[in-house]
């Protein structure tokens, strides 16, 4: 893995995402197996004037992945237990970086969907703080992935095939990398001006029939800044205004379980109806997490065109370009959304082929492309 490559994805994330400004107190959440950018971000932490607090874990450990060994020989008392010092620093500090670097990301498949459960409404404080502050401008997060073997399996890459693919969607390889985000950022906006004051959007194609509101809610635009890889538009959708059905092109991965085929039928914004090919039972257990978990948080279309082909990793799949996808449970206070869970999960449809998005009858987007105009 080039060095350069590694320095500039560092600059992306301090620079761009988090922009670290003197004083501030950033959180680095990462296992020992993304090393080199931990590193790299804390030197550059410190060259911009910030104050660095590396948490490094073991891999199979870090408390936001789900990962195996607290979820394996925690009990009850201690799945309930809200992490002292990540709440302090989600609470106090002024921005975060975590990066997702497991080498195992199966440890958890085979842990009672229970234990996930419990665990989850442990960590939904932390959740709570990181939207709401991240809302008001006071916490500046990116969550965002360091290539390890174990997503390359998953990816069904060699190592270096995900390296170069992982460093190609983040646009590290860029003369100037931050110059790249801010001028998709700038394409992005014109699908969002279009979006401004319309009601209804309208969805069709082979694995979806739905209908959703977005009366006065805001599409946000994603550049990078919450999460990097980035490249999508996404709204909260008015949370009782769903209807219809839709079936997700792709396995919907969520602690460590993949549910494939996962098909969800909605009736004024709750889900209804709920099956799956494989893993149907931890889809029903994690809808009935909360009042919140069977309605949608998030409405989204992916736009990264760097982004072709699915890795088995939401954090990369949700921005395939000519897909979209929603998320069950937690929404985005900034986009007006209402809905509280704790949990958010994403589930993508691609809609590529013969497929196409009305928003109050006008043609928006169609066979993966925008198609309104200007």
Same mark, same amino acid.
């Given at each position: 893995?080039?060095?350069?490559?590694?320095?500039?994805?560092?600059?992306?994330?301090?620079?761009?995402?988090?922009?670290?400004?003197?004083?501030?107190?950033?959180?680095?959440?990462?296992?020992?197996?993304?090393?080199?950018?931990?590193?790299?971000?804390?030197?550059?932490?410190?060259?911009?004037?910030?104050?660095?607090?590396?948490?490094?874990?073991?891999?199979?450990?870090?408390?936001?992945? *789900? =990962? @195996?060994?607290?979820?394996? $020989?925690?009990?009850?008392?201690?799945? +309930?237990?809200?992490?002292?010092?990540?709440? #302090?620093?989600?609470?106090?500090?002024?921005?975060?970086?975590?990066?997702?670097?497991?080498?195992?990301?199966?440890?958890?498949?085979?842990?009672?969907?229970?234990?996930?459960?419990?665990?989850?409404?442990?960590?939904?404080?932390?959740?709570?703080?990181?939207?709401?502050?991240?809302?008001?401008?006071?916490?500046?997060?990116?969550?965002?992935?360091?290539?390890?073997?174990?997503?390359?399996?998953?990816?069904?890459?060699?190592?270096?095939?995900?390296?170069?693919?992982?460093?190609?969607?983040?646009?590290? *390889? =860029? @003369?100037?990398?931050?110059? $790249?985000?801010?001028?998709?950022?700038? +394409?992005?906006?014109?699908?969002?001006?279009? #979006?401004?004051?319309?009601?209804?959007?309208?969805?069709?194609?082979?694995?979806?029939?739905?209908?959703?509101?977005?009366?006065?809610?805001?599409?946000?635009?994603?550049?990078?800044?919450?999460?990097?890889?980035?490249?999508?538009?996404?709204?909260?959708?008015?949370?009782?205004?769903?209807?219809?059905?839709?079936?997700?092109?792709?396995?919907?991965?969520?602690?460590?379980?993949a549910v494939e085929s996962a098909e969800l039928t909605f009736n004024k914004g709750r889900v209804e109806t709920a099956k799956a090919e494989k893993n149907q039972d931890y889809l029903l257990?994690?809808?009935?997490?909360?009042?919140?978990?069977?309605?949608?948080?998030?409405?989204?279309?992916?736009?990264?065109?760097?982004?072709?082909?699915?890795?088995?990793?939401?954090?990369?799949?949700?921005?395939?370009?000519?897909?979209?996808?929603?998320?069950?449970?937690?929404?985005?206070?900034?986009?007006?959304?209402?809905?509280?869970?704790?949990?958010?999960?994403?589930?993508?449809?691609?809609?590529?082929?013969?497929?196409?998005?009305?928003?109050?009858?006008q043609l928006f987007y169609k066979d993966g492309k925008f198609a309104f105009k200007q």
């Amino acid at each position: 893995m080039s060095d350069l490559r590694v320095q500039k994805y560092a600059k992306i994330l301090v620079e761009h995402s988090t922009r670290v400004a003197p004083g501030d107190r950033i959180l680095i959440e990462g296992t020992t197996a993304a090393e080199p950018l931990v590193r790299e971000l804390f030197a550059q932490i410190l060259e911009r004037g910030g104050i660095p607090h590396p948490m490094v874990y073991i891999p199979g450990m870090m408390p936001f992945s *789900q =990962e @195996d060994l607290y979820l394996t $020989y925690a009990e009850d008392t201690q799945l +309930e237990f809200v992490p002292t010092f990540l709440k #302090l620093a989600y609470d106090q500090f002024e921005g975060r970086i975590r990066v997702h670097s497991s080498t195992n990301t199966r440890g958890a498949t085979n842990i009672d969907p229970a234990k996930v459960q419990r665990r989850n409404k442990a960590l939904s404080s932390i959740t709570e703080a990181q939207m709401r502050r991240g809302a008001e401008g006071n916490f500046k997060w990116v969550t965002t992935l360091y290539p390890t073997y174990g997503y390359a399996q998953d990816a069904g890459m060699s190592l270096q095939e995900y390296e170069d693919f992982v460093f190609g969607a983040v646009h590290a *390889q =860029e @003369d100037d990398p931050i110059a $790249y985000w801010k001028g998709s950022g700038a +394409e992005q906006q014109k699908a969002i001006d279009f #979006l401004v004051d319309k009601q209804q959007v309208v969805i069709r194609g082979p694995n979806v029939d739905l209908t959703l509101s977005i009366k006065g809610r805001k599409f946000m635009n994603s550049i990078g800044i919450f999460n990097m890889p980035d490249g999508e538009i996404f709204t909260g959708p008015v949370e009782d205004s769903v209807n219809g059905w839709v079936k997700f092109t792709y396995p919907a991965i969520y602690g460590g379980v993949a549910v494939e085929s996962a098909e969800l039928t909605f009736n004024k914004g709750r889900v209804e109806t709920a099956k799956a090919e494989k893993n149907q039972d931890y889809l029903l257990k994690m809808l009935e997490i909360d009042q919140g978990s069977r309605y949608l948080g998030e409405f989204a279309i992916g736009t990264n065109k760097d982004i072709t082909r699915f890795t088995g990793n939401i954090l990369f799949d949700e921005k395939i370009g000519g897909s979209f996808h929603m998320a069950l449970g937690a929404g985005y206070p900034e986009t007006g959304s209402k809905n509280k869970s704790a949990i958010h999960w994403d589930l993508i449809c691609d809609v590529r082929h013969d497929s196409e998005m009305l928003v109050d009858g006008q043609l928006f987007y169609k066979d993966g492309k925008f198609a309104f105009k200007q």
